[in-house]
Each structure stands twice: as C-alpha cells, then as structure tokens.
C-alpha cells in the first residue's frame, strides 16, 4: 500500500517540497504507526529543506509535529491500542520519513494523548513547541518569584514559554512587537516591552532567547543569572558568571502527556495562522517564508 509524503531530494527554497508516493511505513517493536490528521510546519521544517543539516543525497522526508491516530502497533503488549488519538514529536534531521505524511511512525514513548478541547489541527501544533518552551525553561532553572524575559514571545516556542513561565510562578516579562501586547498579558505575561526597546541591563534572573537575539539577550540577564537558546550553535559565549544552554530539544512522551493536560486546562493554548492540504505543502513552506505569522501553519493529508 502506497501513501502520500512530503519530501525533498535536493535543498533549496519552497519549490524543492516534492508530494512522493512510498510504501506505507510499518512499526517495528516498541514503535506505533499513526494515522496522521494534521501535522505542523516549523522552522526547522525549512531548515531541513534548505539543506542547514546537511546533504547526504539520500531523499529525506519533513515533519516532526502530528496529531491523528494510532493505526497499528508494533510487538505486544504495547500502551497504545489502534483508534487511540494521540499527539507525537518526531525528531530527526535525515529520515527518509517525517510526519507531513498520511502516516507516520514513531517511538511508542514520544506520543501522548491528544487533548480532548482541541481539534487535530490545534493539537498538531502543540508538540515541538511546547516541548522547547518547556525543555528551554528546564535549562534556566528558575525558582518561583524569579523573573524571566521571553524574547520573541509571541511566536510559536515565546508564548508557550510565556504561559509555561506563569503556571510555574515566575514573573514574565514578554518581548514582542507592539501589537502582541494584549495577547501576551492574556497568556500570563506580568510586564511588556516593544521589541523596539532595549530591555535594561542585568535586569532579569534569566532570559529564554525564542528570537535568537544571541548576545543582545545576554545583556538584560544580571550577574550569575541563566540564558537559555532555542537553535544550538547560535547560543553566545557566557560572562558575569551567567550560565548558558541552548535546546537540543528532545520527545518525550511523559512531559508531552503533562503539556496536554494544561491545554486541556486552557492553559496553553497553540494558535493556527492557517491549513493547507498536503498536496499543497511547497506553498505552505512559501508562506512560512514570508514571515509575519501568528500561529502555526498546518497540513492536513
């Protein structure tokens, strides 16, 4: 049996997306294949076409993001039963497979239960980004009654950390463009700053970088403080004593089931900017190129 995927065999823009046909994948022991319903395009999505990973000339597919149904298990006694509605992070940078698919296999341990309030393409768009958010607030460390500042925190990654942030009790202060404002305070965010204005100096106890600001969000963090990145490699060198990290970010069932059940609580909530079918994922990757989104873009087979 055949099925459709989004795939690259060269690097390049949006016009190197190409609609394959290939074999439906099978699960191997420990593994569960998912029926996929919605799947979420990231940037790493489009790092991953342009070739930022590198080239090996072998055809790989993109998508970590999904949201469907289980459709088989592979060996017994497994977690999962087909029909289960799941939530899965299927991370990778050279698969010949990923999740803009009509199916999908991942580790049995990467997928969690879909929140019962959100449709799939909603649920599509909660995995990678809450799992960074969530995983970059690890690397601070900050105990409740301390202060963080969330650079580009209206995006995808910023405002799940904005929201994460305020469920475990620091006090936020977002950093976005002007019109972001009401958003943000609604989310959890105690201050704001226009991303037009220079945070003060040695201000915060930590800063988590979703806008990869690098060095300039350093500056705002105080002596012996935490700075934590979101793309590896684009992290600054550390002073005053302040630690720094960057995510490498990970799947994880367990603490996907957790960031579920807060969706389900309303206290994350993923935004859509848009859907496309999959057939038409080189124009979704065209739009995502051009920046100016609030929400995810989301492909549906």
Do not use: C, K
Not at 64 to 77: E, I, K
Not at 101 to 130: K, Q, S, T
Not at 248 to 268: F, K, N
């Amino acid at each position: 049996m055949l099925m459709r995927a989004a795939t690259v065999s060269r690097f390049g823009g949006p016009e190197a997306v190409e609609i394959t046909e290939l074999p439906v994948p099978g699960p191997g022991p420990g593994q569960v294949r998912v029926r996929v319903a919605a799947a979420a395009l990231n940037p790493v999505d489009a790092a991953m076409r342009a070739g930022v990973f590198g080239a090996d000339g072998d055809r790989l597919g993109l998508g970590w993001d999904v949201a469907g149904t289980v459709d088989a298990v592979g060996g017994a006694g497994a977690a999962w039963s087909p029909g289960d509605r799941v939530i899965g992070l299927a991370t990778g940078h050279r698969t010949p497979l990923g999740t803009h698919a009509e199916y999908a296999v991942l580790d049995a341990d990467a997928l969690a239960p879909a929140p019962a309030r959100l449709d799939d393409v909603h649920a599509a768009a909660l995995p990678l980004n809450a799992l960074s958010a969530a995983q970059a607030l690890g690397i601070l460390q900050l105990a409740p009654g301390q202060s963080l500042l969330v650079t580009g925190a209206a995006g995808g990654v910023g405002a799940h950390a904005v929201e994460l942030a305020h469920v475990r009790g620091l006090e936020v202060t977002a950093l976005a463009s002007a019109g972001d404002e009401e958003f943000l305070a609604s989310r959890g965010a105690h201050h704001f700053l226009p991303r037009t204005a220079a945070p003060p100096r040695a201000a915060f106890d930590g800063v988590l970088d979703a806008a990869v600001l690098g060095a300039e969000a350093l500056a705002p963090v105080r002596d012996g403080g935490a700075y934590a990145g979101v793309w590896p490699g684009q992290e600054p060198e550390a002073e005053r004593g302040i630690r720094v990290g960057a995510l490498d970010v990970t799947a994880d069932g367990a603490q996907l089931a957790e960031l579920a059940r807060l969706a389900d609580d309303g206290r994350l909530a993923p935004r859509v900017a848009r859907t496309y079918p999959l057939a038409e994922a080189a124009a979704a990757h065209a739009r995502l190129a051009e920046g100016g989104l609030r929400g995810r873009l989301v492909l549906v087979p």
